[in-house]
């Protein structure tokens, strides 16, 4: 089983290059193929939704959208059953949860907030955000051993994840407070399934536009598959795979595969 996540920073944008991803997963053997992916950020509403160029893709679809910003969706081989949009019990007018279950295997999908600047009410929700997150994902954990939390969490673990940890130092994504709210999922009994495998120095899933950031591989690991002890045990290998970053009009972020 492979899984994967990507914040396409617009699906009305990047709808071929999703498509032509997933062909390009497919054409290198059937056990090559992407089985669940994560999307976020799809920037529409669920009217919107280019259901149908999944289907003829040969792929099901569950989504959950929002104008202008923010949506998410889980685009899998075989249907989701037991899917739920949102922090249950959190009230919240963004879409930045969609979870679903495939086999045995529990998936959720998140777009985490930005969180803007650590003095802003944008940080103060993402506080709140995440704490409502975890209770919840323990709740998730204690009915699915076989669980898998990915998206674009805006947060980096350590300065390995950073291009330039000095002078990015307490700004957002890598401030104290964000990280012990990432930490405390894995207190959760979480793993960071990237870091179950050597990787190359300086690996990132996110480039700013601006700089030429790509080019100069001046990014941050905010794309994250966290999963649980049983997942963890049957992990074979986790990627970040760049090439779709280098495509024309790219998104900034890049996909983050876990095989299973």
Same mark, same amino acid.
């Given at each position: 089983m492979k899984i994967a996540t990507w914040n396409v920073n617009s699906l009305t #944008?990047?709808?071929?290059?999703?498509?032509?991803?997933?062909? /390009?997963? @497919?054409?290198?053997?059937?056990?090559?193929?992407?089985?669940?992916? /994560?999307?976020? @950020?799809?920037?529409?509403?669920?009217?919107?939704?280019?259901?149908? /160029?999944f289907?003829?893709?040969? !792929?099901?679809?569950?989504?959950?959208?929002?104008?202008? !910003?923010?949506?998410?969706?889980?685009i899998?081989?075989?249907?989701?059953?037991?899917? #739920?949009?949102n922090i249950p019990g959190f009230e919240d007018d963004m879409s930045r949860i969609i979870a679903g279950t495939f086999g045995d295997v529990r998936v959720i999908g998140g777009y985490f907030p930005n969180g803007q600047a650590p003095d802003s009410d944008k940080f103060v929700y993402k506080m709140r955000w995440l704490e409502a997150l975890k209770t919840w994902v323990?709740? @998730?954990?204690?009915?699915?051993p076989k669980l898998a939390l990915m998206g674009d969490y805006n947060i980096t673990f350590d300065d390995l994840d950073v291009w330039d940890p000095v002078a990015l130092a307490g700004t957002i994504h890598c401030t104290p407070e964000e990280r012990a709210h990432l930490n405390g999922l894995i207190g959760l009994g979480l793993h960071d399934s990237f870091r179950l495998f050597e990787q190359p120095e300086k690996s990132y899933s996110w480039w700013d536009y601006r700089d030429f950031g790509f080019r100069r591989n001046r990014g941050?690991?905010?794309?994250?598959?966290?999963?649980?002890?049983?997942?963890?045990?049957?992990?074979?290998?986790?990627?970040?795979?760049k090439v779709p970053r280098k495509n024309e009009r790219p998104s900034d972020h890049t996909p983050v595969v876990l095989t299973i």
């Open positions: #944008v990047r709808l071929p290059q999703v498509i032509d991803w997933l062909k /390009a997963q @497919e054409a290198l053997g059937a056990d090559q193929a992407i089985d669940v992916l /994560a999307l976020q @950020e799809l920037k529409m509403t669920d009217d919107k939704f280019p259901h149908q /160029a289907t003829d893709a040969g !792929y099901h679809a569950q989504w959950f959208g929002q104008k202008t !910003y923010n949506g998410v969706a889980l899998s081989r075989t249907p989701a059953v037991d899917v #739920v949009k323990k709740q @998730e954990m204690a009915r699915h941050l690991r905010i794309d994250h598959i966290l999963v649980t002890d049983a997942l963890k045990a049957q992990a074979t290998a986790c990627v970040i795979d």
